[in-house]
């Protein structure tokens, strides 16, 4: 075989000094502005462990920042540099976000609420497109149940309609966590991590600090992340923001790794937002950007190789069509020549408010003309003479009812499912049907394929969690 997969290369976006610039003003960020820490019990623990405090904000010594940032890197190997896959493989895996509380009708074409009857049915279409390298935790949260109640409906619907609902889902809320922690249980997939979110900028409190707080005793590891944004809740210019960004993270995992003494995975990033509306963009050439810077200045903290790619999808749409194809295809074709191989948000709109099965169709298609790109050429598997080779179609009339045709096309031409490749005469002569007629069709033809369903013992086992969570949480 000669072909190798078609891959593109790009430079760093951050320079060794840049790298080095917001590192420092990370650390000196950590000294003088600090975190400011919402919860008591929190301030009085750290307290007690010697970090100096005015008021509710706390702050972190540069020498206690460097000997963590050492420390990352060392437990690392501190092998922080470009890391490209040998030979990435074919497939393209999608994934699908939880988060979601509308979707999109494809009756009236418009967006309504995520309700249990409707993520039964996203989730049924989930499952059956497992086989075409969707992953997914459930596609929604359905909000036609209480807020704490939510995460545990949302779990159910997914454990009893779906071979992938077995993990948990983010239990969200303090109130939530035992109900989704007993399912999980049941499930086999224990909750032993749990996230901490920072309010940006530099605060560190809220529900998912609380539940951490309360539920320490069940966890091995805990991450932080934040979502500094550019020009809203972080400095316009990027390299401030990222010095923000990187102390808004690793200043609260240095606090909550002395108070918990638990490991604490985290990750840094920046978010753009549009100032004219003040709403988070993505899907947007600085999304894109910040994504992949993102992933150079995590490894330059944590002394690991780093993939250049982005794999995030979303986008600001929020109907399938023009704008969501144009930035998921964009952003999923840039990602897979770089070598990426699985990418999030499929079929997910407005960020992550929406889900649209429309949309996620259109997402596979557009993965599989990807896939197809990427996987290139093959020069070396034709072992027949070129010139008898054409000799043989040149006497037969055509090389389309060749024996060696009908053997090889499917490794030279990929064959959508829903766009169409006709002329307009036969598309017309086929009753001119467009797309989203067809995708439609589709979509009731895979819903009614479902056939999953979990073993009754176990339905009934978190059955009867639910019953429980509706009696206390309603």
Same mark, same amino acid.
Request: glycine share 6%; aromatic share 8%.
């Given at each position: ?30 000294? %003088? ?74 009756? %009236? ?66 109130? %939530? ?188 298609? %557009? ?108």
């Amino acid at each position: 075989m000669t072909r190798a997969p078609f891959m593109l290369q790009r430079p760093p976006l951050l320079r060794p000094e840049d790298l080095a610039r917001i590192e420092d003003g990370m650390v000196r960020t950590l000294e %003088t502005v600090g975190v400011r820490v919402l919860e008591e019990t929190l301030r009085e623990r750290l307290s007690a462990l010697g970090f100096r405090s005015r008021g509710e904000r706390f702050f972190v010594e540069v020498a206690t920042t460097r000997a963590f940032l050492a420390e990352e890197r060392a437990r690392h190997g501190d092998r922080f540099g470009l890391a490209l896959p040998d030979d990435p493989p074919d497939e393209i895996t999608l994934y699908v976000s939880p988060y979601p509380q509308h979707v999109h009708d494809l009756g %009236t074409d418009r967006l309504v609420p995520f309700t249990v009857e409707r993520l039964v049915e996203a989730t049924k279409l989930l499952d059956v497109l497992a086989e075409r390298g969707v992953t997914s935790s459930p596609p929604g949260c359905p909000t036609d149940v209480p807020p704490p109640l939510q995460p545990v409906i949302q779990y159910w619907v997914a454990a009893v309609h779906s071979r992938q609902g077995r993990h948990a889902p983010d239990p969200k809320a303090e109130l %939530t966590f035992p109900h989704v922690a007993e399912m999980a249980e049941a499930l086999g997939h224990p909750i032993r991590h749990l996230p901490v979110y920072v309010f940006s900028p530099l605060t560190l409190g809220g529900e998912s600090l609380r539940c951490v707080l309360r539920f320490r005793e069940r966890l091995e590891a805990i991450g932080v992340g934040s979502m500094a944004a550019p020009g809203s809740t972080a400095p316009i210019d990027p390299g401030d923001a990222f010095a923000q960004a990187a102390a808004e993270v690793i200043g609260p995992v240095i606090l909550l790794r002395e108070a918990l003494d638990l490991p604490v995975h985290w990750h840094v990033s920046i978010h753009p937002v549009d100032l004219r509306t003040m709403a988070m963009v993505f899907g947007s050439p600085e999304s894109c950007l910040f994504e992949m810077a993102s992933r150079e200045l995590n490894a330059y903290l944590a002394g690991t190789p780093y993939a250049p790619w982005p794999d995030n999808m979303h986008t600001n749409a929020k109907l399938p069509g023009a704008q969501a194809c144009a930035e998921k295809s964009s952003l999923m074709t840039m990602g897979a020549l770089m070598g990426g191989r699985h990418f999030g948000a499929a079929g997910t709109l407005s960020l992550d408010e929406v889900f649209s099965a429309e949309q996620l169709l259109y997402d596979l298609e %557009t993965r599989d003309h990807v896939a197809r790109l990427v996987r290139g050429l093959d020069f070396g598997q034709w072992a027949a003479d070129a010139a008898e080779a054409i000799k043989e179609g040149v006497e037969a009339g055509s090389f389309a009812g060749l024996q060696r045709t009908l053997e090889c096309y499917r490794e030279v031409y990929w064959h959508p499912q829903l766009f169409d490749r006709d002329f307009v005469n036969a598309w017309q002569a086929r009753g001119s049907a467009t797309i989203r007629e067809r995708t439609h069709a589709r979509i009731a033809e895979l819903i009614a394929a479902h056939e999953y369903r979990l073993e009754e013992p176990l339905e009934r086992e978190l059955g009867r969690i639910v019953a429980r969570a509706q009696t206390e949480l309603a």
